[in-house]
């Protein structure tokens, strides 16, 4: 049984077919070779090293972990042990697919049973197509009137009634020798907010459904509001299943009086499968611009310092500095903020979203290939189904809507915390007098405004302008 992005026991359909076949040797793998420059950020190492550990406790410290290219640690696996099969649940990145394809030619070819299945997502990316048999690039019309009139998501399958590990001895690395975790002391912090395992998936679903589900439509877009879901990280690992958390919100939906918030919550986890159906269909969604129009955009040069500075939550936009600053040290952002921050980024600064991209690779717990690189592609405009390149989010206005009393800046920018609220969210614009006294010099304790919002939404517009012009004319 190859554990991948499914780390759990509830709800494992190729964990239930080992069962169903006998003894199992359960084992996990780190590829970092097949997957070249997208093996996994140091965030989501850090929490992968959690997660295994948590399953091989689930496991009775039976899980076998291996490090290198996964073809040939399968087939020497196969050799020493005498195994008859080897299944496993599927993941849909393009450097997982090809990997997996010539792996279950080639052990096929030892004569080995070798099954896969759909343990991560509610419809398989080649199943929701439109008429004419091509993939959707809008999200509407793909969760309305694709994923809704399809087959309904299947039911959760319990968890094995028995699991019979096998006795079988082969050479395991410790945890310890996949060097998951940092060298440094970063992830202090983390630690003290994240509960990394099975258990807590489902305590934490259980939580949301209960207790914020009912104000999720209005709620979900208040930074300082609890009325989030948290569960993408146990999502990406497969601590649980897409189908627990869509068949448990539904359930839950009975005791819900508002009824968008339940319809809401179903679509975020339409938008989960939509970026993997993207990234299916369109495989070099992490590199290329699905608009080619984009192709042309003027992206700014020697952008170095200011990428830097929203890096480490420096720009002096308290909002887009309070989320950068929550990401580095929590392994998450807020999806809201999420949305300010990449936008300023791509349209404010014209920094290629690339960059943005690949931070919040490094950075996110739940660093997804899919969802980053869709998300990315969205704000900056250039995606299948993005925001026009022209919604450009406002700092300032944002802040002043959804974190009003600036309570989650205060959390996570402490220098700004005794400024009234009416000033927090441009402290630039604070008397003298004020600034004194609430302790903030600008430029000293807290940076000064690195770039103008009204001339870099004029710059970004004008560039923009240059996309509507077809490669042909040039």
Same mark, same amino acid.
Request: hydrophobic share 40%; with cysteine; net charge negative.
């Given at each position: ?126 199943? !929701? ?79 949301? !459904? ?126 809201? !903020? ?127 302008? !240059? ?8």
């Amino acid at each position: 049984m190859w554990f991948r992005q499914d780390l759990r026991l509830a709800d494992n359909p190729a964990l239930v077919d080992a069962c169903d076949r006998g003894e199992i040797i359960p084992i996990y793998i780190l590829d970092d070779e097949n997957a070249d420059s997208w093996k996994i950020g140091g965030a989501s190492r850090w929490w992968l090293h959690h997660a295994l550990e948590d399953l091989n406790r689930s496991l009775n410290q039976g899980l076998q972990l291996y490090k290198g290219e996964a073809s040939a640690i399968l087939s020497d696996l196969a050799h020493q042990t005498g195994a008859e099969a080897i299944v496993w649940n599927r993941c849909y990145e393009p450097w997982r697919i090809a990997r997996d394809a010539k792996i279950k030619s080639a052990l096929k070819d030892q004569g080995l049973d070798v099954q896969s299945f759909n343990g991560s997502l509610l419809w398989e990316p080649w199943q !929701v197509l439109k008429k004419d048999s091509t993939p959707y690039k809008v999200f509407t019309p793909y969760f309305r009137r694709g994923c809704l009139s399809a087959i309904a998501p299947r039911q959760p399958i319990p968890i094995p009634g028995r699991i019979n590990i096998s006795k079988t001895s082969t050479h395991s690395l410790r945890l310890e020798d996949l060097s998951l975790l940092p060298k440094i002391n970063w992830d202090e912090e983390m630690n003290a907010r994240w509960d990394i395992s099975e258990a807590a998936a489902h305590t934490r679903l259980d939580e949301f !459904v209960m207790d914020d589900l009912q104000d999720y439509r209005e709620g979900r877009n208040f930074p300082n509001k609890p009325n989030v879901s948290r569960l993408s990280p146990y999502l990406h690992f497969g601590q649980i299943s897409p189908n627990i958390a869509w068949h448990r919100a539904s359930e839950a939906g009975a005791f819900v009086t508002n009824e968008q918030s339940l319809d809401t919550f179903l679509s975020e986890l339409g938008w989960r499968e939509f970026s993997n159906y993207l990234l299916y269909h369109f495989p070099k969604l992490p590199t290329d611009n699905l608009q080619a129009r984009f192709d042309l955009f003027p992206w700014a040069e020697n952008t170095d310092a200011d990428l830097k500075a929203w890096q480490r939550g420096n720009t002096g936009y308290p909002l887009v500095d309070a989320g950068m600053r929550e990401l580095y040290n929590t392994g998450y952002m807020h999806n809201r !903020v999420r949305m300010v921050v990449g936008s300023f980024l791509v349209k404010n600064l014209l920094v290629h979203w690339h960059h943005g991209e690949r931070w919040f690779w490094d950075c996110l717990v739940d660093a997804d290939l899919a969802s980053n690189s869709a998300s990315w592609q969205w704000i900056a405009g250039c995606g299948a189904d993005a925001a026009p390149f022209f919604r450009i989010f406002n700092p300032i206005t944002q802040s002043e809507k959804f974190d009003k009393q600036g309570a989650y800046i205060r959390r996570y920018v402490p220098e700004l915390a005794n400024l009234p609220d009416k000033y927090i969210h441009a402290p630039w614009l604070a008397p003298s007098e004020i600034l004194m006294a609430a302790g903030v010099g600008i430029g000293i304790e807290y940076p000064a405004p690195i770039i103008d919002i009204k001339e870099s939404r004029e710059r970004a517009l004008a560039a923009f302008a !240059v996309t509507k012009v077809q490669p042909s004319e040039i």
